[in-house]
Nanobody, 126 residues
Framework: QVQLVESGGGLVQPGGSLRLSCAAS????????MGWFRQAVGKERENVAA????????YYAGSVKGRFTISRDNAKNTVYLQMSSLKPEDTAVYYC???????????????????WGQGTQVTVSS
């Protein structure tokens, strides 16, 4: 089992920044690819960013590319999502997820992932 705990969400004005963190425990963190997803009210959960176990390979959804940065620190068992130039449409609950991966790949689908955090709310509003 892998336990994931997100933090760093909150209320921010448009154009502002937030950094989300996801702390993992329970298994060897470096064996897992990680992803950040979000779900807005009335919408399906969507992948916004993903990262391979080494951090060498990353993916961004088109809606966040150039504004969000995913990174990980395997020594701290933590994955981050740095969000900048935030827009009201970024408002959602943000979830991190983990998938055991023997290869240095990222994964984009919700069904790929084995473990999920409880989510953290991000609200972008003036």
């Amino acid at each position: 089992q892998v336990q994931l705990v997100e933090s760093g969400g909150g209320l921010v004005q448009p154009g502002g920044s937030l950094r989300l963190s996801c702390a993992a425990s329970g298994r060897t963190f470096s064996n897992y690819a990680m992803g950040w997803f979000r779900q807005a009210v009335g919408k399906e959960r969507e992948n916004v960013a993903a990262i391979s176990w080494s951090g060498s390979n990353t993916y961004y959804a088109g809606s966040v590319k150039g504004r969000f940065t995913i990174s990980r620190d395997n020594a701290k068992n933590t994955v981050y999502l740095q969000m900048s130039s935030l827009k009201p449409e970024d408002t959602a609950v943000y979830y991190c997820a983990a998938k055991f991966s023997s290869g240095d790949y990222y994964y984009r689908r919700t069904t790929n992932y084995d473990y999920w955090g409880q989510g953290t709310q991000v609200t972008v509003s003036s």
